[in-house]
């Protein structure tokens, strides 16, 4: 059981690493924000939508080889070079790997539809991030460890500065194409994983094998690679049904709704992955009995601010678009109050990911994903079935909310379910968001039309 210096300390390492947390998130944000309205006149909805299903394969691509190398480094006991180097040594031959996956499926897969030929030569090229992810040293995922956000915050907003200056200026003074956004995904890997190393200076990657080591993260790792792959197709099936089913320029729009009504929930998933997820595994390792306290107080400050974002945004979502995008993104106001409406009932449902992970539950994790991608499958495929592309997204809404009941169930086996907590945010926030969406429609007969 941990004294009160050793929770003290965590607590103030906590502290400063969800600050360093907001600043990295704030910061990549706002610049992301600027350059997608600058980059907004000058491509079209189809090149953003061609380089969501590019960035989908590449990322899919990963998910369905991950054996969790990342969350061992952080829950496992063992802090020593022969862990991480082994660790090291089975990611890169991973990322090698992929990119051989990546060159193979190219052209294939641009034979799907005549709006996928590009891919042939983009989907090669984008992979090669692939590598440089997988050369990355794990001091990246050791300053997680350690809550020494401030390394990775620092790391990530310059990577931000330079991806984004890259992406900007090959658009506007080099080539008005999909070319200028995998030109910026490259620099952003290659810089992160050339700084990476020289963030912990006693950490120094080496090719190693420790048998024992392997067998830690593998085993470890087993229920994650499940668990990701499944993360994989809950998280991307509405892109590929939505580049299939309709077209890149309804998946352009729905790329811009999401990156304005994702704002809130994306900080609080980068939180708990950052901060809560190494704080509470901290915890359980050191004093398992406060353990269900701490993670109350965890989802307090992720939930209840996050959900106060999104009903603005269900408020506001469509005005503001109107005002800042130019006329052909207009249709992306609606579908960010369909986005933001999901997100009122995944903010409820993550952080429970969090305490599977953090107590070594990987299965239920695994279970979890698989709920949200069965609920995500039924609802996107009936909506489809009845109206076409709107009930496609309507559907994408609403699985969030069918997957609380296998989450509740998953909750409760595992002892951290707090059903009170869950109702209140539930039950409040839809009926919040139900009078939100009746104030969107006023503000825009008001001052729209």
Not at 65 to 72: L, R, W
Not at 115 to 141: D, H, K, M, Q
Request: hydrophobic share 50%; aromatic share 12%; with cysteine.
């Amino acid at each position: 059981m941990s004294g009160p210096q050793e929770g003290a300390g965590l607590r103030k390492r906590t502290i400063s690493s969800g600050k360093w947390t907001a600043f990295s998130y704030g910061s990549e944000q706002a610049l992301g924000f600027a350059s997608n309205l600058i980059l907004t006149q000058l491509l079209v909805p189809e090149m953003f939508g061609l380089m969501v299903v590019v960035n989908s394969i590449v990322t899919g691509l990963q998910m369905f080889s991950d054996v969790g190398i990342g969350p061992s480094l952080i829950q496992n006991e063992r802090e020593d070079p022969a862990f991480y180097n082994t660790a090291w040594t089975m990611q890169v031959v991973r990322g090698v790997v992929l990119w051989g996956v990546a060159c193979g499926l190219a052209w294939p897969l641009s034979l799907v539809k005549a709006e996928w030929a590009p891919i042939a030569w983009l989907l090669p090229v984008a992979s090669l991030t692939c590598v440089l992810n997988g050369f990355r040293s794990t001091a990246y995922v050791t300053a997680s460890r350690r809550l020494n956000l401030k390394l990775v915050a620092r790391l990530r907003v310059f990577t931000a500065v330079v991806r984004i200056a890259v992406m900007v200026s090959l658009a506007y003074f080099v080539t008005r194409s999909v070319w200028a956004l995998v030109a910026g995904l490259l620099v952003g890997s290659s810089l992160t994983c050339i700084l990476s190393h020289r963030m912990i200076p006693e950490i120094k990657n080496r090719f190693h094998f420790e048998r024992q080591a392997f067998g830690e993260l593998v085993s470890y790792g087993k229920w994650l690679f499940l668990g990701t792959l499944l993360t994989f197709c809950a998280g991307q099936v509405d892109k590929f049904l939505l580049a299939g089913l309709e077209s890149f320029g309804l998946l352009g729009l729905y790329f811009i709704a999401t990156k304005l009504a994702d704002l809130g929930p994306s900080f609080s998933k980068q939180l708990g992955h950052m901060v809560g997820f190494p704080a509470l595994s901290d915890l359980y390792r050191r004093d398992p009995e406060r353990f269900r306290s701490r993670f109350m107080q965890m989802r307090l400050v992720l939930t209840l601010p996050i959900h106060a974002v999104l009903l603005l945004m269900i408020l506001f979502g469509p005005i503001l678009v109107h005002l800042i995008y130019p006329a052909a993104y207009g249709e992306s106001g609606w579908i960010i109050q369909l986005i933001a409406f999901g997100s009122l009932a995944g903010m409820v449902t993550t952080p429970y990911g969090q305490a599977y992970m953090a107590t070594g539950r990987s299965k239920y994790n695994m279970l979890s994903v698989l709920a949200q991608l069965v609920a995500m499958l039924a609802a996107t495929l009936v909506g489809y079935r009845l109206a076409g592309g709107t009930g496609l997204l309507m559907g994408i809404s609403v699985c969030q909310w069918l997957k609380y009941v296998a989450e509740s169930v998953l909750a409760k086996r595992s002892g951290v379910w707090q059903p009170r907590f869950d109702a209140a945010m539930l039950i409040g926030g839809g009926l919040l968001a139900y009078a939100a969406v009746w104030g969107s429609q006023w503000l825009a007969w008001r001052f729209v039309l």
